[in-house]
């Protein structure tokens, strides 16, 4: 079984972590921790350096506990919506467990919602953590 955790260092991701976690070690499954950055001139090299420490935070909290792990810093220029979806497809997984946040139905529809986009889009079973 393949775990997909969309990850960005906040705490509605480290909650989808812990529960990833925790259904890992019960299914025996392997969790893929993943982080989209749109790249080009909208990251810099800060913001690239604190996503991949925050994926090595997240493999040693998996590590401490046997489930076996990968992460991938994704930057192929995609929304990370749309990348975590196309990511969840071309490596079979068979869920996908993401944070998420409390936004006015305004910045629902100025910005969009990378989780909604997933919950709607995604090809496996989807567990939100709020």
Do not use: W
């Not at 906040?10 to 749109?38: C, E, G, I, Q």
């Not at 792990?69 to 979806?85: A, V």
């Not at 490596?91 to 998420?100: A, C, F, Q, S």
């Amino acid at each position: 079984m393949k775990i997909l955790v969309g990850y960005d260092g906040s705490k509605t991701a480290m909650d989808a972590l812990k529960l990833a976690r925790k259904h890992a070690k019960a299914l025996n499954a392997t969790v893929y921790v993943v982080t989209s950055m749109v790249g080009r001139e909208r990251e810099g090299a800060e913001k690239v350096e604190q996503a991949e420490k925050a994926l090595d935070f997240a493999r040693e909290v998996l590590a401490e506990n046997g489930v076996a792990c990968e992460t991938h810093l994704l930057i192929r220029g995609l929304e990370p919506g749309e990348d975590i979806i196309q990511y969840a497809k071309e490596n079979d997984i068979d869920e996908i467990y993401i944070g998420v946040k409390r936004r006015s139905n305004l910045s629902k529809i100025v910005f969009g919602s990378n989780a909604r986009n997933i919950i709607i889009e995604a090809h496996c079973p989807v567990m939100t953590v709020k």
